[in-house]
């Protein structure tokens, strides 16, 4: 049974930073490319940064960019969410994902095949 748990969150001053986490098992974690997305109250699910198999090349949104840094520990079979800088509209629900294909379009939600339950970013302004 593949499971992906998210930690980490909490409530935040704006300028503030948090270290997300997620665990995983059940699955060959070096064989999946690795992805963080987030949903706030009444929007769509966004995609905000992606990891490939062997942690070598990351993709950020631009809404994110300079500020989290993603990360991933094969040994571990974790993957790290450093995020600086907060800002109020960063509250949200924050979600890790995995896929197996290790290339292409990893903004694409479709594409991931197991989610976390999701942590909670609360940003106060």
């Known amino acids: 049974q593949v499971q992906l748990v998210e930690s980490g969150g909490g409530l935040v001053q704006a300028g503030g930073s948090l270290r997300l986490s997620c665990a995983a098992s059940g699955l060959l974690f070096s064989n999946y490319a690795m992805g963080w997305f987030r949903q706030a109250p009444g929007k769509e699910r966004e995609f905000i940064a992606a990891i490939n198999r062997s942690g070598g090349i990351t993709n950020y949104a631009d809404s994110v960019k300079g500020r989290f840094t993603m990360s991933r520990d094969n040994a571990k079979n974790m993957v790290y969410f450093q995020i600086n800088s907060l800002k109020f509209e960063d509250t949200a629900v924050y979600y890790c994902?995995?896929?197996?294909?290790?290339?292409?379009?990893?903004?694409?939600?479709?594409?991931?095949?197991?989610w976390g339950q999701g942590t909670q970013v609360t940003v106060s302004s």
């Open positions: 994902a995995a896929t197996p294909r290790d290339y292409g379009d990893y903004a694409n939600d479709r594409r991931y095949t197991y």
